[in-house]
């Protein structure tokens, strides 16, 4: 079958996807995978519908009296090889159909990457930039005590994710510990290190892209030194992608964040400008680079791409412009199947999210054992666990890419759809 060929099957009957949307687009990479999955492919329906999903309504007092209702998710798409792990994100675009779709790549992502978790992810429709800190703290509590029975460390671990972070993280685990009487460092990952959470978590995902791109680049003859690298997406991930390429040599020429975007052909001042973003101002306006439209930043020559952002990102009509080599899916879920395609036919490879970005998950599964153990390793330590984790699942999927002539996105939902359904398989159905 052609590797590219993505006709659109497969659904829930309370979510009606459409091909470019997350859930719509995580089926048709399924169904892309499904061809190659041998005995195991007349199983694959089972990848196409979460375990669970739960919605849950979140009312909070406002600080100035008033009663304010959120709404809030959490999908678990399998338990196959061991409890969910999954970021919660606070965005006001989040619904239910996208945290099934992020569910189901984590799912992919952590047999790819052959972690011993299944897949989940949660968010709350909310933008946390016009909550005081105090409604925010209420609003993660009672978010955290609606999904209270279907989390915990030995059956669903969130995680932070968009606009989500360790105080985030705290806030969690301290409800969950009030609600149950257990003191369960474990039940979230990516809290602060004095409550237990990991050293190098925080930039363990950009650390996992920047160590995927320099192996990528090697494989493709790219030189590292001088390379230029344009980065969709400033916050955490990109942020520390961008500093680790600068740091080795690369020239950050383009960084788009949600409100603007800003280039300069000889190399961005990551530091300064890390320092401009962090002061709570837009790329557009930082003055050591010039100021572009977001949607010119498709078109600016670079040689690797780094779409760090949200899902969809990347469409046909962009993957048409764009000019760099080599893509780097920093985000989830950045790319189209219809763009894939494009890219494709140009000959630019994709490295795909569900490995591109394991760092952080990897980390994640590092912190969730130290807990268990009450032993910690060194920051060092924990870096060269990633990186030797990642290099070995990316060796896996670009040997099975080479075998089975396929993009390294069917590469790696081949790999991690086997592992999955071989587990299903071994488990039985119950009753």
Known sequence: MDDRASPFTGGLSYVQPTPTSPWGTFLAQVERATPYLGKLAHRADTLRRPKRTLIVDIPIELDNGEIAHFEGFRAQHSFARGPGKGGVRFHPGVTLEEVMALAGWMTIKNAAVNLPFGGAKGGVRIDPKTLSRKELERVTRRYTSEIGAIIGPQQDIPAPDVNTDAQIMAWMM?????????????????????????????????????????????????????????????????????????????LVVAVQDSRGATTRAKGLPVADLLAHSQNGDDAASFPGGEAIDREAFWDVA??????????????AARAGRIKARLVLEGANGPTLPEADDVLASRGIVVVPDVICNAGGVTVSYFEWVQDFASYYWTEDEINERLARIVLDAQNHVWATSEKLKTSLRTAAFVVACERVLVAHVERGLYP
């Open 174 to 250: 301290d409800t969950y510990a009030m609600n149950t009487g257990l003191a369960s460092t474990g039940v979230v990952t990516g809290k602060p290190v004095y409550l237990g959470g990991s050293l190098g978590r925080v930039k363990a995902t950009g650390r996992g892209v920047f160590v995927m791109g320099c192996d990528a680049m090697r494989r493709l003859n790219m030189p590292l030194e001088g390379a230029r690298i344009a980065i969709q997406g400033f916050g955490n991930v990109g942020s520390t992608a961008a500093e680790l390429f600068a740091g080795a040599g690369a």
């Open 302 to 315: 670079c040689d690797v791409l780094i779409p760090a952002a949200l899902e969809g990102q990347l469409t």
